[in-house]
């Protein structure tokens, strides 16, 4: 059974400072770790799909990087700004593409 | 391009009664999946379908039942409903092998 944990379970951030969390998965098996970010009423928005150990990924403030050997992911976010707040998403599949198993999100309030 | 679509937005259902829930898929995308998220949890995988198959399901009772049909749209059936049921069930969408998946907004469903 696959287990992907999150932490922090919430994060409040001064708008305008940098903050991060990270995502674990295990390390055997991996196929990939997905992040998405997910307002309120809306959509989950895919951010990023890794796949490659030392992997890192930009979206303008966003970025992510990813570590395989030891089973973890980190997400930044550079300069918070109020509408980055949201729920923050990791996941991994148990094969290619399959049955994304979810973390339980890290969800971060911007305080203006 | 319209992304995924859910239908309906919100549901408030009774009891031991049966719903049918809708999703169309991201444009050009052949697999559809279906997720449930209830309170403070992260996604759970319910099942997936590609080619109006099943192709992997979730730890979820034989309650839970889809379909999909030949223009790749799917539904989520789920019979003698359980206040425990109450959730919001997520459909994404992908294209076989590629490792992105495109979430609709959801739809919630009470049980009452």
């Not at chain 1, 796949?51 to 990087?65: C, F, P, Q």
């Not at chain 1, 094969?95 to 309030?109: A, I, S, Y």
């Not at chain 2, 309170?39 to 979820?60: A, D, K, V």
Request: with cysteine.
């Amino acid at each position: 059974i696959l287990n992907v944990e999150q932490s922090p379970q919430s994060l409040h951030v001064q708008e305008g400072d940098s903050t991060n969390f990270t995502c674990s998965f295990p390390s055997s098996n991996f196929y990939a770790l997905h992040w998405y970010r997910w307002e309120t009423a809306k959509s989950p928005e895919a951010l990023f799909v890794m796949t490659l150990n030392g992997d890192e990924k930009k979206k303008g403030r966003i970025s992510a990087t990813l570590n395989t050997k030891e089973g973890y992911s980190y997400l930044y976010i550079k300069g918070s700004q109020p509408e980055d707040s949201a729920t923050y998403l990791c996941a991994s599949p148990n094969f290619g593409n399959e049955k994304l198993t979810f973390g339980t999100g890290t969800r971060l309030t911007i305080i203006p | 391009d319209a992304g995924v679509t859910q239908s309906p937005t919100h549901l408030i259902k009774t009891r031991g009664q049966q719903v049918t829930l809708r999703c169309s898929p991201k444009s050009g995308h052949d697999t559809v999946s279906w997720y449930q998220q209830a309170l403070g949890q992260g996604p759970q995988f319910i099942f997936q379908y590609y080619e109006e198959e099943e192709r992997q399901r979730g730890n979820f009772p034989d309650r839970f039942s889809g379909h999909q049909f030949p223009n790749y749209s799917s539904e989520l059936n789920v019979n003698a409903l359980l206040l425990g049921d109450s959730a919001l069930y997520l459909c994404a969408s992908s294209l076989i092998g590629k490792y992105e998946q495109y979430f609709g907004p959801g739809t919630r469903l009470t049980v009452t």
